[in-house]
């Protein structure tokens, strides 16, 4: 049944969050990994907050889909939560969804200057659909979701998170003070985001601390390096070691890309196994970019593991390669 003729999309309001629920109880059937998006109540106060916009769609007078931005700092938001009903896929419905999303939540907040989205990496239709948006590859978290908690993953192998995004206004060059593979995986986002990155260097910046932003149920240690963070630097890497002791799968710490110090962070954080993960625009902890390093414990992923558009293999090439040439340094070490 074609119900594009009279498809109706508009931003939700809190009195939409029933249906919204509802769709994604059906979906996930109470599996879903953060129950507030399926509890009625708990999505109506993240509505009416202003933080999680969704828009929603109807065709033939029913609740045909959803997808939501969230605001991940002042500059920043993601788009997430995409979800239509089976019965009116491949008909446009999330590109609608998104357009009115791009148009009346972000285009309007004068704060918004860029958006990112996660795609897991075992079906291409969400890396499609990001493309077709104008998105360019951010980054690939490797190991983010473990096969068990996603639907439709093939094998036992963890599922990675191709991350891509596009800026909403213009951005200004970039005074990147990474250096070595850290500095040309940063520099190469942002040659694809059409921004550059000027090897003028900051000389002072301020005292560094971390803060966290661990995700338990995934096994995700997530620290945030920053002025604003809190935990002392110097305290960083037993933090790391005894969280992975302890079971973590997956280890990301987010570095300011044009701090004075960030070289620093990233040679240790190399000795210690990580390397590139994503250069996130605004992503930081006051609004500044990062780069993300990360260290994924467990089997090594190779290549097999994940579906990637092709113009997104030499990312997978360049991720897989420094991760693998990051437990031979820490082997050695
Ligand atoms: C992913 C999902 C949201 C896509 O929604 P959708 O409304 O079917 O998406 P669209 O219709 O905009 O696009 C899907 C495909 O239909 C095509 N299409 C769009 N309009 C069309 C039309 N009128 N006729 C034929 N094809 C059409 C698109 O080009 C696209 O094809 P492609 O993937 O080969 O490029 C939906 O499949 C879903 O809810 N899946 C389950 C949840 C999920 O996986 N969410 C994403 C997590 S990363």
């Given at each position: 049944?074609?119900?594009?003729?009279?498809?109706?999309?508009?931003?939700?309001?809190?009195?939409?969050?029933?249906?919204?629920?509802?769709?994604?109880?059906?979906?996930?059937?109470?599996?879903?990994?953060?129950?507030?998006?399926?509890?009625?109540?708990?999505?109506?106060?993240?509505?009416?907050?202003?933080?999680?916009?969704?828009?929603?769609?109807?065709?033939?007078?029913?609740?045909?889909?959803?997808?939501?931005?969230?605001?991940?700092?002042?500059?920043?938001?993601?788009?997430?939560?995409?979800?239509?009903?089976?019965?009116?896929?491949?008909?446009?419905?999330?590109?609608?969804?998104?357009?009115?999303?791009?148009?009346?939540?972000?285009?309007?907040?004068?704060?918004?200057?860029?958006?990112?989205?996660?795609?897991?990496?075992?079906?291409?239709?969400?890396?499609?659909?990001?493309?077709?948006?104008?998105?360019?590859?951010?980054?690939?978290?490797?190991?983010?979701?473990?096969?068990?908690?996603?639907?439709?993953?093939?094998?036992?192998?963890?599922?990675?998170?191709?991350?891509?995004?596009?800026?909403?206004?213009?951005?200004?060059?970039?005074?990147?003070?990474?250096?070595?593979?850290?500095?040309?995986?940063?520099?190469?986002?942002?040659?694809?985001?059409?921004?550059?990155?000027s090897r003028e260097r900051l000389t002072a910046g301020?005292?560094?601390?971390?803060?966290?932003?661990?995700?338990?149920?995934?096994?995700?240690?997530?620290?945030?390096?920053?002025?604003?963070?809190?935990?002392?630097?110097?305290?960083?890497?037993?933090?790391?070691?005894?969280?992975?002791?302890?079971?973590?799968?997956?280890?990301?710490?987010?570095?300011?890309?044009?701090?004075?110090?960030?070289?620093?962070?990233?040679?240790?954080?190399?000795?210690?196994?990580?390397?590139?993960?994503?250069?996130?625009?605004?992503?930081?902890?006051?609004?500044?970019?990062?780069?993300?390093?990360?260290?994924?414990?467990?089997?090594?992923?190779?290549?097999?593991?994940?579906?990637?558009?092709?113009?997104?293999?030499?990312?997978?090439?360049?991720?897989?390669?420094?991760?693998?040439?990051?437990?031979?340094?820490?082997?050695?070490?």
């Amino acid at each position: 049944m074609d119900h594009a003729e009279d498809l109706e999309v508009r931003l939700a309001t809190p009195d939409d969050a029933p249906e919204i629920a509802a769709l994604m109880e059906a979906q996930y059937g109470g599996g879903y990994a953060d129950p507030t998006y399926t509890d009625p109540a708990a999505l109506r106060a993240k509505l009416a907050g202003g933080d999680v916009r969704y828009a929603v769609a109807r065709a033939g007078g029913v609740h045909a889909g959803q997808m939501a931005v969230e605001r991940c700092s002042r500059h920043l938001w993601e788009f997430a939560r995409a979800l239509v009903r089976p019965e009116v896929r491949n008909q446009g419905v999330l590109l609608a969804l998104d357009q009115a999303l791009l148009e009346q939540a972000l285009r309007p907040d004068r704060a918004a200057r860029f958006f990112f989205a996660r795609s897991v990496t075992h079906h291409l239709v969400s890396q499609r659909h990001a493309r077709r948006v104008g998105a360019r590859a951010l980054g690939l978290l490797l190991g983010l979701w473990p096969a068990s908690a996603l639907e439709g993953a093939a094998g036992a192998a963890p599922v990675s998170a191709l991350l891509t995004g596009r800026p909403l206004a213009p951005m200004r060059a970039r005074r990147l003070a990474l250096e070595g593979r850290v500095r040309a995986r940063a520099a190469a986002v942002l040659e694809g985001l059409g921004v550059d990155a000027s090897r003028e260097r900051l000389t002072a910046g301020p005292a560094l601390g971390v803060a966290r932003a661990d995700v338990p149920a995934l096994g995700l240690v997530h620290a945030r390096v920053g002025a604003r963070g809190r935990a002392p630097l110097v305290a960083l890497p037993d933090d790391l070691a005894r969280a992975r002791d302890a079971g973590a799968r997956v280890a990301w710490v987010d570095v300011p890309s044009e701090h004075p110090r960030a070289p620093a962070v990233v040679g240790a954080l190399e000795r210690a196994g990580f390397s590139f993960g994503a250069y996130l625009p605004f992503g930081g902890l006051a609004g500044e970019d990062v780069v993300r390093l990360q260290r994924h414990d467990g089997p090594a992923l190779g290549p097999d593991t994940m579906r990637l558009l092709d113009d997104h293999l030499p990312l997978r090439d360049a991720v897989l390669a420094d991760a693998a040439l990051a437990r031979v340094e820490q082997a050695c070490a």
